[in-house]
Each structure stands twice: as C-alpha cells, then as structure tokens.
C-alpha cells in the first residue's frame, strides 16, 4: 500500500467513525418498550473495529513519515513546517486586510488613520509564503504516492 492510499483509508475511518458515533447516539435512549433502530451492540463492535484498524494505520503513517526523506527533511518535518507557514500566512492575511482598510472621513478636518506596518511587503510576504506551501503541498503529495507505506 502506498502512503497516499493509507492516507485516503484514514480519512475514510475518521468519516465512518463519526459516522458510527452519530448512530450509536441516536439509539443510546428509547422509550420504555420500544427498541433501537439499530443493534448498539453491533454498532459497538463496528466502531472498535474501526478505532483499531485506525491506530494501526497512523502508526504505520507516522512511521512512514518520519523514516522518509524528501527534499533532505523528513515528511514529518515538511508537514511541520507547511502547517507553521499555514498559521503565518493566516495572520499574515488578517494583518494585511486591517491595515489596508479605509476609514472615510466626512470632512477633511477629521482624524486621519494610517497604516503602521508596509502593507505591500505582508503582501508580498503572503503571495511568497502562500507560494511555499503550495510548493512544500506539492511534494508531499508526489512522495506520498512513491512511498510504499512501512507496516511493523
């Protein structure tokens, strides 16, 4: 199994666990009497089921991408540093749209505002960073599909 492929299986996990999460809640409580829609205990077992194969699986990713090399890091290290520059660009932006509001002045007489900070550098440093991630994206996503996935 490539590392791409166990991957998509994690997020399919995560999807049916949620999933199994929201009908095992809908049959917790019925009136006296009555019976659950679906079986708690066969949802139950789903679910276990599910939560194992899922920590396996992120084991073997986390093994996988600590032990590969990309680009002279690890993968983990470039996931690291794409989710740091993800914060950044963030702030970044934010920082970019306060600075570059307007305020309207109905008379000339009122108080002007001005920006503090060089809003085309945080520009600039938000297209040139946002570049970054799109670039360190990029090759995780070609070594995840040329990485066979390390399974103990």
Known sequence: MKLAEALQE???LNNKIDE???RLGNGMLVQEGE???EDPEELLKELNGALERLEVLMGAINLTNCRTKAAGM???EIIARKDALMVKVSAYRDLV???GQNTNR???TEIKVRPTVNVREMQKTVDETAKEIR???NLLQETNWKTKLIEK
């Open 10 to 12: 994690r997020a399919d």
């Open 20 to 22: 199994l999460r929201r």
């Open 35 to 37: 019976k659950p829609n």
């Open 74 to 76: 690890s993968l983990t």
């Open 97 to 99: 749209h306060l600075a």
């Open 106 to 108: 109905a008379r000339g």
């Open 135 to 137: 670039r360190l994206d």
